[in-house]
């Protein structure tokens, strides 16, 4: 389910978005543990100007994926090892864990 994502510094244009977003982080929730999201990116070219200006989104929320960020064999066994093991996750008590 997870081993297919987008490695970190990947850059991609959201459905009905002006600008691109270049993935920071993967499988993480939203600052409320309230929804689970694929992906957390910030605005390309700038990067990282602050909590208020990242963004969570899904994987079929992409449009266009514009540049798959640096993969090598630490990232190949991520998602060997980790992402492609991963089923159905929830979060409980503040924790992203796998579902029950």
Do not use: C, H, W
């Amino acid at each position: 389910m997870y081993g297919d994502l987008l490695p970190i510094g990947s850059v991609v244009l959201l459905k009905d978005a002006k600008r691109k977003l270049m993935i920071t982080g993967r499988i993480l929730s939203d600052e409320n543990l309230t929804q689970i999201f694929d992906y957390v990116g910030v605005i390309y070219p700038e990067g990282n100007t602050g909590e208020e200006n990242q963004y969570f989104f899904n994987r079929e929320g992409i449009e266009k994926v514009y540049f798959i960020g640096f993969q090598d064999e630490e990232e190949f066994a991520f998602k060997e090892n980790v992402l492609s093991q991963l089923g159905e996750l929830e979060i409980r008590d503040g924790q992203i864990v796998p579902k029950e």
